[in-house]
């Protein structure tokens, strides 16, 4: 990949630097107003100290969740701000542009809403060392746990999700809805691949990167992690209404046809 390719294309965004790269692995945490949910994350990661770098992915928090002080407290490395156009994909497009250029060997992603057990970043750090190209965290693996999964969550990640990505992968995915997930350099870098299109702004770029590396022949696989949901309350999501999950539905089936793979 060469980032000046014509279709490598960014959002605009701010960069605050906190220290310098340490580990080879960056874990990159999508975030937008996550508040408590956030910091008490960041504080977990600490107490467990993995070797990564992390690299927050504010989509334009203004709950204070990501003030500088609060962050670098909690040995976050880097944070990105998107200020131009797009949602989750246009933040991880922005985040991985940016790993990438300061040389990681990998990139691991989590959800900054405090849903995800942070044991299973080992977890996957330890089969992106052993050479996978993508590594995907699922409750339902062996050694995952699915907590208080609400009932429409799990009919449409088990019998509709993971299914059709599985059968565009060629690969049996267990829960493919997970955010929890780790990428090799080599697989993002793939001119087979092609990450950093405008194409990919809402949610795509999540669908589309499950179902390509198997494609195009990289070692893949499932990792057991915990995922939690409150026990009473709101659900942490950024997907609500009718319009949000029809939109969603439709990146799917386009994920699967093979709509956003990259043109020769």
Excluded at 118 to 132: D, H, N, P, T, W
Excluded at 136 to 143: I, M, V
Aim: proline share 6%.
């Amino acid at each position: 990949m060469s980032m000046d390719e014509p279709d490598h294309q960014v959002p605009a965004y701010q960069c605050t630097v906190f220290k310098p790269r340490v580990f080879s692995t960056a874990l990159v945490i999508p975030v937008i107003n996550e508040g408590t949910r956030l910091l008490g994350q960041l504080d977990a990661i600490a107490d467990l100290q993995p070797p990564v770098d992390i690299i927050i992915a504010d989509g334009g928090s203004d709950d204070g969740s990501t003030d500088a002080q609060q962050l670098e407290y909690r040995r976050v490395r880097a944070c990105l701000t998107k200020t131009g156009p797009g949602r989750l994909s246009a933040q991880l497009r922005m985040a991985y542009a940016w790993a990438l250029e300061q040389g990681y060997d990998a990139i691991i992603t989590m959800d900054g809403n405090g849903k995800d057990g942070v044991e299973g970043i080992q977890s996957i750090l330890e089969k992106l060392q052993a050479g996978y190209g993508y590594v995907q965290g699922s409750r339902y693996a062996p050694g995952g746990s699915a907590i208080n999964t609400p009932l429409s969550r799990w009919i449409a990640g088990r019998l509709i999700h993971a299914p059709l990505i599985s059968l565009a992968a060629r690969h049996w995915f267990t829960d493919t809805t997970n955010g929890f997930r780790g990428y090799s350099r080599a697989f993002l870098t793939d001119p087979g691949v092609r990450p950093f299109r405008d194409v990919f702004m809402n949610y795509n770029l999540l669908f589309y990167l499950s179902v390509r590396a198997s494609q195009l022949g990289y070692d893949v696989t499932e990792v057991g992690v915990t995922r939690a949901y409150p026990d009473s309350g709101k659900i942490p999501t950024k997907i609500n209404g009718f319009r949000g999950k029809f939109d969603l539905f439709g990146e799917l089936i386009g994920a699967v046809t093979g709509r956003y793979h990259p043109k020769v």
